[in-house]
DNA sequence: TTGAAAGCGATACCAG
DNA sequence: CTGGTATCGCTTTCAA
């Protein structure tokens, strides 16, 4: 194979198609036709255009070539990103299922709802991506609608929506499941730290873990115990503080189950500096089974949330290949990992 | 304000340029002059062609107008997004650094060679984005030659070149200024954790700190002792299997440096694995400061990740506002943290 | 202040 | 097989 010039031959702008067909001596379509593969031209001339192309360094614009075929090869992902180490192995998950296909990915932060709504405005467009992707928070129905008459395929990662394909766990029953664990060892006083209530488009996945914590409470015929019920944000450090004012509570819990590892490690830290032994005075579960979380010993929730994303990407490709575009909802397997931070109630 | 309508009025393809126009009952430049906002045109005018627009839910394609403009507002940011916690937190920073700007980011992950002149060759068109941030990796020259001919400018963020800006940390006098601490704490067997050497065009800092700290035995009068510099990847688990080895030796380290902390928890880990009291046995010293350092007490040398992300950015968006592209390196402050890892020699 | 028309750089249909 | 040419949707002279 030959090899590329080191350097572009030419300074000044880059060659366009015009120019390697006039080096060619042949039309514009059939350059065209030599770069798009097609199979109608002739030996010789394929020669002389590729030659043409070398010579010149030349390679399409891609924004030309949207604007003709009216597709991006992009793939959009919106995202509240820099919230979670959850959400990035999400996206290394999205970024690892489109790595055979010819898209690209954009990605759109989004923290706040203002964002978001800029989010889908650009996108809502149609031109600036093929697809999209969204993580952990359901898109308002009008941004929804305008995707639609867009046409542009839009598929969401842990978030619910009943007219989208999704990809989710079942929040609710890992709350269950955690805190079950918790009282089969024998705990009674068990606390749950989770995050402020939804702001109507995301983090509905700590409500879903909270209303699994109680169910699970429920089923055990334990009342809800009073300002046993903490919310705060994803951080470390005000999962931290909640922690260390429940254990200071007249009646401490003897467990507390947090909605996210990231909560869980502010747990552990409280219990350490409170002098509070980990497991035998205090059980701790999280939840998602972050990178930290084997590390520290954390019992948790496990979440495929690599998978999740591959999956989503999985399922935008197909429709964007034209495959029926089923709208419906998969649920990926929660699995509890025991570690070091729980054990049986001892007093 | 005027609200949107909730759902655009008519479905099929989205409004354009010249749909307004005709339901204004003006040119198609009338209408692109209110969309910019242009001074020259009448009050009553540009009324009339703001309700079409509203009416239209019309927005401008932003293909169509970056193929006449010839600017994308787009930045790239190509980055080995994966391999570790301090790429994602320099993202961070340039996100940040993006936000009050009306860039969009587009983010390329690189793993290999290959992608690396995927990602090159794609924005070396110059089509793509306004500019390019490179996170972690240097660019070949070819591959830069390409980006000048396009007019594309180029920062690096945790690379060094000698004809681009660039945003960087000290990455010798880091690895000596730890290697110094535990040389002052009284170690004197102190081995080093790091990467394999860089494929020629990343990962360079690791070798630098490497670097630093044969220097810091040189200063102090030390041989470097064989064996005792060991490399692997940035995985814990890997740096984990290596430390045990380390520490298995018949004359083990009392002290070990790592080339990030990521590394760093592998040791602490293989250590915890062997019964191997920290810092009382031995003393651990990460690099970067990542949040799990501050979690496990991990002595470190921070590196302001962010603000290396949000600082190219700046840099990145003033050549792109015309300003002199200011050809210099940025060495940002690194800052010894001590924790809990380490202690004086007891023995 | 406004409109007509010429690009921007591809794709693809339609003749030849 | 191959070459014109219309088209994609917008910006921007250039005249009126």
């Given amino acids: 194979m030959e090899a590329l010039p080191d350097t572009p031959p030419k300074s000044g702008q880059p060659a366009t198609i015009a120019g390697v067909a006039a080096r060619a001596g042949v ?29 010149l360094d030349y390679r399409p614009s891609s924004v030309a070539r949207n604007l003709s075929l009216r597709r991006t090869f992009v793939i959009g992902v919106v995202v509240p990103f820099f919230t979670s180490d959850s959400a990035v192995e999400r996206v290394r998950g999205i970024v690892a299922g489109l790595e055979a296909s010819p898209y690209d990915l954009a990605l759109f932060d989004v923290e706040s709802p203002d964002r978001r709504r800029r989010a889908f405005d650009m996108f809502g467009r149609g031109d600036r991506a093929d697809g999209l992707l969204a993580v952990s ?53 068990i606390a749950f730290v989770g995050d402020k209530p939804p702001d109507r488009f995301r983090f509905r996945s700590s409500r879903d873990r909270t209303e699994g914590y109680l169910r699970a409470l429920a089923r055990a015929g334990l ?83 690599f998978e999740s994303g591959r999956r989503g990407a999985e399922l935008l490709l197909q429709a964007l290949a034209g495959e029926p575009f089923a709208v419906r909802t998969e649920t990926l397997p929660l699995e509890l990992v025991v570690r070091r931070s729980t054990g049986p109630r001892k007093r």
Same sequence: chains 1, 2.
Wanted: proline share 8%; glycine share 8%.
């Fill in 27 to 55: 039309g514009l379509a059939t350059v065209s036709r030599v770069v798009n593969g097609h199979p109608n031209v002739a030996g010789p001339t394929r020669e002389r255009v590729l030659a043409a192309i070398l010579e």
């Fill in 137 to 189: 928070l359901v898109p308002p129905d009008a941004e929804l609608a305008r995707l639609e008459a867009a046409q542009i395929p839009c598929v969401l990662v842990d978030a619910p929506h009943p007219s989208l394909p999704c990809v989710v766990s079942d929040d609710v029953a890992g709350g269950e499941v955690a805190t079950r664990y918790l009282l089969d060892l024998g705990h009674r006083r």
């Fill in 223 to 305: 009342e809800r115990q009073p300002g046993y019920v903490r919310q705060g944000t994803q951080s470390r450090h005000v999962a931290r503080s909640i922690a260390e004012e429940l254990l200071r509570l007249p009646e401490p819990p003897t467990a507390i189950f947090a909605a996210s590892d990231t909560q869980a490690l502010g747990v552990l830290e409280a219990a350490r500096d409170l002098g509070i032994r980990v497991p035998d005075e205090l059980s701790v579960v999280g939840f998602d089974d972050i990178e930290a979380a084997s590390y520290v010993g954390l019992t948790t929730v496990r979440q495929p949330l």
